[in-house]
Structure formats: C-alpha cells, structure tokens
C-alpha cells in the first residue's frame, strides 16, 4: 500500500522556521522524484520545490527560494522540507508527491503551515 506521511506543520511566527517531513512506503522511493506543493485557502496549488531522485537536483518557486530547501534521505524513504524566514504569505497545507517521468503519481493528505503572530 503507497503512503506518503506529511509531519512537521503547525504555527510559526514571521521570521521562524519549521521542518516539514513527507515519510514514504509502498514504493520504490529512490527512483522518484519528489515535489513539495502548497495551497493557500482560495488559491490554486503551487508547486513549491522539488528533488530530482538521482543527482538530487534541486528547484524552487521563485516566491521561496534562498528560504526553503529541500532534501530527501533515501535510507530513510523521507523528503524535507526546511522552511526559514517564514512569512504570513507561506501560510498554507503543504503537500509531498512523488513524480516519475514528469507524472504526479503519489500524493500525502498534507500538513497544515500557519505563519502568523
């Protein structure tokens, strides 16, 4: 059975950080890539970072990047997603997916972010 956990969520304040984890099984997790994306209440889904699953190959959202970074541990089957300097705009549910030739194929429930003081 393919799972994908997110974990890490919850309220930050503006300026603060938090680790978002995306735990996966019933799959072969190393030969995927694997994709944070985000939706905002009445916002379309956008896609936030993501890691390519053989260089490991990084690529972000312009309205993130140089304050999110993603990683991925194969060992462990989990993807991160180190979210820094954190705004009331990066309030959000954040989810994982694993993507094989380009195709979203596995998706988590998602996790709650909440930036606010």
């Known amino acids: 059975q393919v799972q994908l956990v997110e974990s890490g969520g919850g309220l930050a304040q503006p300026g603060g950080s938090l680790r978002l984890s995306c735990a996966a099984s019933?799959?072969?997790?190393?030969?995927?890539?694997m994709t944070w994306y985000r939706q905002a209440p009445g916002k379309e889904r956008e896609l936030v970072a993501t890691i390519s699953s053989a260089r490991g190959s990084t690529n972000y959202a312009s309205s993130v990047k140089g304050r999110f970074t993603i990683s991925r541990d194969n060992a462990k089957n989990t993807v991160y997603l180190q979210m820094n300097s954190l705004k009331p705009e990066d309030t959000a549910v954040y989810y994982c997916?694993?993507?094989?030739?380009?195709?979203?194929?596995?998706w988590g429930r998602g996790t709650q972010v909440t930036v606010s003081s």
């Open positions: 019933g799959f072969t997790f190393s030969v995927y890539a």
């Open positions: 997916c694993a993507v094989r030739f380009g195709v979203p194929n596995y």
